[in-house]
Nanobody, 126 residues
Framework: QVQLEESGGGLVQTGDSLTLSCAAS????????MAWFRQTPGREREFVAA???????YYKDSVKGRFTISRDVSKNTIYLQMNSLKPEDTAVYYC????????????????????WGQGTQVTVSS
């Protein structure tokens, strides 16, 4: 059973950078599609970024050019580098892992992932 543990959240100011980490156990990140989602109170969980095995990446339009998803296979960890943060990026960020057979069209769908972390809070002050 795969377990995911996020870290790296915090309180930052507009324009700052932050890197989130997601350490995986029970399944290799190289054997999974990995993603980041975020959620604010009263709203559905929304897709932020994903990486398929083979280095193909996907991003929510509003974070393209600012966020980068990457992985370190030796540490079985994925990262979300977030630059030029804005108040609207404030949310709880969740790491997710899913099977490789997920189609490209479904990479942004929460139901495509079968393992989730507990979340880490990111707050961007204006």
């Amino acid at each position: 059973q795969v377990q995911l543990e996020e870290s790296g959240g915090g309180l930052v100011q507009t324009g700052d950078s932050l890197t989130l980490s997601c350490a995986a156990s029970g399944r290799a990140v190289s054997s999974s599609n990995m993603a980041w989602f975020r959620q604010t109170p009263g709203r559905e969980r929304e897709f932020v970024a994903a990486r398929r095995s083979g280095a193909i990446t996907y991003y929510k339009d509003s974070v393209k050019g600012r966020f980068t998803i990457s992985r370190d296979v030796s540490k079985n960890t994925i990262y979300l580098q977030m630059n030029s943060l804005k108040p609207e990026d404030t949310a709880v960020y969740y790491c997710a892992a899913g099977p490789l057979f997920t189609t490209a069209q479904a990479m942004d769908v929460p139901g495509s992932y079968d393992a989730w972390g507990q979340g880490t809070q990111v707050t961007v002050s204006s």
